[in-house]
């Protein structure tokens, strides 16, 4: 099974500032990585799909890039709106896998 | 509007089975994959399994091989999760979502997805 591992594991940080999520997959997946956002009590929301495609209205401040082991979600200017766990997820092989998840807070 | 709606989930003793029904409204179903998903109180995301637009295939994670059964039927626009000698490690909100074809990343990922049920196996 591929492992995706996601740093930080939590992170506090203020309105207006940038923030970036790594992920790492344990092989190569080409741009077989999505990103979702989700709130407590919530189901994940998809914010990027093939590593660097915005999925239709969500905010351009986030972004996403990679390719390969290697990807990263950034938020270009924090909102209050954005304090959430992110997770990264693999969809190169079955089973899919989901990176542990980063917990946003607010500083 | 896209809805997918979960039902189906409550509490469970070990050993016992459970059926859970996702309708989907709003996008034509036979066109996508359908996938669970579960989240242990307080954990991440697993994928549990998918299965194909016609129903021919379906994969599943290894924990749960030869104890679940995802089916469909397309004339309901539903997908359902046959859930077998349940375990505690099972316990965990269910989410149904789509998945459009995997044989590029521009498709192949989770969305929409339902709103949960909860699954909770303890004597």
Known sequence: DIQMTQSPTSLSAPVGDRVTITCRASQ????????????PGKAPKLLIYGAS???????????????GTDFTLTISSLQPE????????????????FGQGTKLEIK | ???????GGGLVQPGGS???S??????????????????APGKGLEW??????????????????????ISRDNAKNS??????????????????????????????FFDPWGQGTLVTVSS
Not at chain 1, 82 to 97: G, I, K, R, V
């Open chain 1, 82 to 97: 954005d304090f959430a766990t992110y997770f990264c997820q693999q969809s190169y092989q079955t089973p899919y896998t």
């Open chain 1, 53 to 67: 495609s915005l999925q239709g209205g969500v905010p351009s401040r986030f972004s996403g890039s990679g390719s």
């Open chain 1, 28 to 39: 190569r997946i080409s741009t077989f990585l999505n990103w979702y956002q989700q709130k």
């Open chain 2, 48 to 69: 549990v399994g998918n299965i194909m637009q016609d129903g021919s295939e379906t994969y599943y994670v290894g924990s749960v091989k030869g104890r679940f059964t």
């Open chain 2, 79 to 108: 997908v359902y999760l046959q859930m077998n000698s349940l375990r505690a490690e099972d316990t965990a909100v269910y989410y149904c979502a789509a998945r459009g074809d995997c044989y590029s990343p521009g498709a192949c």
């Open chain 2, 18 to 20: 459970l059926r859970l």
């Open chain 2, 1 to 7: 509007e896209v809805q997918l709606v979960e039902s």
């Open chain 2, 22 to 39: 996702c309708a989907v409204s709003g996008l034509t179903f036979n066109n996508y994959w359908m996938a669970w998903v579960r989240q």
